[in-house]
């Protein structure tokens, strides 16, 4: 392989000739001597065959070419920089926990695990609440970061949509909603009803929805996660409502819309606004790279 007419302490040295405009001020930057940089960019002249600076009075000032080099050195440096500061990252990655509160399996776990593909040395820690739980670890500073659907906007808050919501319902396949293409919730008032408790966004979408229309219904059971509704309704025990993209398990169910609930809810990434942590920024911007 043909040696190369530079090395990269020359390029180094020239292009802090450039930024600190005389050899003074680089030699106290580089923390090396003048007589370094004026012997490093005398050899870096000789072996590239063209003059690099020339004397004008008192002053040493930079050729056309020199220019045109010192704008390719420059890059040099700012990849240097950048690899810098992905060192530093994954350093800071390494010792870091991230705190990340959920209220259903997806879209939150899919995110995570392809974060920690990124960063597998991150450890993270998920913490399952209902809407009202998980939300209120986030403004407490308990987790990091949250991953739910309709999410009050606050200027304490930054947000990042991840996902679309729908609220459906959900029966068992041997139910005779299963091959509804929807149902309306005046048809629940004579069906065996499954609701969540109290601090579930979901629930509080139906009860909204129940009240305009003047509906009341008697739930025959209450459950306090997500997830049990989805039991429950595999059981066949009855008629519960979820968030359309929000189950891992695909089968033992069948969603159904709803003629009063037509409105897709984004599902959002949210922290405080003004906590200042690497990986949260991180974990936001690969929603970015991936999308």
């Known amino acids: 392989m043909m040696k190369k007419p530079y090395t990269y302490n020359?390029?180094?040295i020239l292009n802090s000739v450039l930024e600190e405009g005389n050899?003074?001020?680089?030699?106290?930057?580089?923390?090396v001597s003048q007589s370094a940089i004026s012997q490093a960019?005398?050899?870096?002249?000789?072996?590239?065959?063209?003059?690099?600076?020339?004397?004008r009075g008192r002053d040493l000032v930079p050729t056309d070419y020199c220019l045109e080099l010192g704008s390719l050195t420059s890059k040099i440096r700012a990849v240097e920089d950048d690899l810098e500061c992905l060192i530093q990252r994954s350093k800071v990655f390494e010792a870091a926990i991230l705190k990340v509160g959920l209220c259903n399996p997806l879209p939150g776990t899919?995110?995570?695990?392809?974060?920690?593909?990124?960063?597998?040395?991150?450890q993270t820690e998920i913490y399952f609440g209902n809407f009202h739980e998980t939300f209120s670890r986030v403004v407490n500073g308990q987790v990091d970061v949250g991953i739910l659907a309709n999410v009050p906007r606050s200027d304490k808050l930054q947000l990042k949509k991840?996902?679309?919501?729908?609220?459906?319902?959900?029966?068992?396949?041997?139910?005779?909603?299963?091959?509804r293409e929807s149902i309306s919730l005046t048809e629940l008032a004579t069906e065996t009803v499954i609701f969540r408790t109290h601090g579930s966004t979901t629930q509080k979408l139906i009860n909204e929805a129940l009240a305009?229309?003047?509906?009341?219904?008697?739930?025959?059971?209450?459950?306090?996660?997500?997830?049990?509704v989805y039991d429950a309704v595999y059981q066949n025990l009855g008629v519960g409502f979820a968030w359309s993209e929000s189950a891992i398990r695909k089968g033992g169910f069948v969603k159904v819309?709803?003629?009063?609930?037509?409105?897709?809810?984004?599902e959002v990434i949210?922290?405080?606004?003004?906590?200042?942590?690497?990986?949260?920024?991180?974990?936001?911007n690969s929603l970015d790279a991936s999308g």
């Not at 003629?259 to 809810?265: G, K, N, R, W």
């Not at 949210?270 to 936001?284: D, G, I, P, Q």
């Open 23 to 31: 050899y003074t001020q680089a030699a106290k930057h580089l923390g």
């Open 162 to 179: 991840c996902a679309t919501q729908r609220l459906v319902a959900l029966c068992s396949p041997k139910h005779p909603f299963a091959s």
């Open 212 to 228: 305009k229309i003047n509906l009341e219904i008697t739930p025959t059971y209450i459950v306090n996660t997500q997830e049990s």
């Open 41 to 55: 960019l005398s050899t870096l002249e000789n072996n590239l065959g063209f003059k690099l600076f020339v004397q």
């Open 110 to 122: 899919e995110i995570i695990r392809q974060f920690s593909r990124r960063y597998p040395k991150l």
């Open 10 to 12: 020359q390029l180094n």
């Open 270 to 284: 949210f922290s405080l606004k003004n906590v200042n942590n690497l990986v949260v920024t991180a974990l936001m």
């Open 257 to 266: 819309p709803i003629a009063e609930l037509p409105s897709d809810y984004d």
